[in-house]
């Protein structure tokens, strides 16, 4: 299982670090909401140990949270 989540994991950070390849002709407000929901998708699966649900919960809470702070 661990294999997995740690599959899980680098693949997640991956496309993380891909998509902020795409973030140079975004505003600052695009950007920051890009890297929250890439945060908060990180961070929601860890902390639900790689759960599908807390992962898209994570990219969802972090990508608002990123949207709100930069306004």
Same mark, same amino acid.
């Given at each position: ?5 740690r599959?899980?994991?680098s ?10 390849g ?6 600052s407000?695009?950007k920051?909401? *890009?890297i @929250?929901?890439?945060a /908060? $998708? %990180?961070g +929601?699966? #860890?902390?639900?140990?790689?759960? *599908?649900? @807390?992962?898209?919960? /994570? $990219? %969802?809470? +972090?990508? #608002? ?7």
């Amino acid at each position: 299982m661990k294999t997995i989540q740690r599959f899980t994991f680098s693949t997640l950070a991956a496309a993380v670090l891909f998509g902020f390849g795409g973030c140079s002709g975004m505003s600052s407000q695009d950007k920051n909401t *890009a890297i @929250g929901a890439g945060a /908060g $998708a %990180v961070g +929601g699966a #860890v902390l639900t140990g790689g759960s *599908a649900v @807390g992962t898209v919960g /994570g $990219a %969802v809470v +972090g990508g #608002v949270i990123g949207h709100e702070v930069s306004k």
